[in-house]
């Protein structure tokens, strides 16, 4: 389906805490996308928000004004050699799914992560051996069709809804790994340089 040209992205901040749980309850409560099991706090999410935007860009889209979906970036691992890669995150409201928007928050990201530095995308995936009413293998696919490989899968490892999933990496490399690298630069330091990708209200 091709993009909704009034869909406009900026960077999240703690106002939008329930209108991100808004989004985020239905995966949590009715799929096994997330192995979370308990829909977080207002003071958990508004702060998991903050963690993030201390070093990555953490999104949100709208559309006619309303907040449709939210992309995040978090450290692949905490040690410092592991800068350069982060593991990425997308949550689009139920109903407005398969319109394109989970492409462009995806686009976003990456431009604003190669101006950071960052050189890997990691997307950590929970993934049915058979899909089921609450897991199909749709994020695999979208992961796919953005670029991303296959590249490890872990089984039986998620139990939720009395059922077993298994969990699959898939990654992509967005810039050129060297013998002397720069280092990662905060989402602070470079919102001069992707104003023009974001709406700054």
Known sequence: MPDDPKL????????DTDALLDIYAPYVEKTAITFEYSVPSHAEFAQR?????QRYPYLVALSGGEIV???????FKERAAYDWAVETSIYVKQDHKRMGIGSRMYRALEDI???QGILNMNACIAYPPEEDAFLTKDSVTFH??????????F?????K????YDMVWMEKEIGKHLACQMPVKTFAAVLPEVADKLILS
């Open 49 to 53: 928000i903050s963690h993030v935007l």
């Open 155 to 159: 089984h039986d490892c998620g139990y």
């Open 8 to 15: 406009k992205i900026r960077c999240a901040s703690g106002d």
């Open 144 to 153: 796919t069709r953005m670029g991303f490989r296959m590249v490890g899968e």
């Open 113 to 115: 992560l190669k101006i």
């Open 69 to 75: 979906a939210y992309a995040y970036v978090s450290p």
């Open 161 to 164: 809804f009395g059922r077993w």
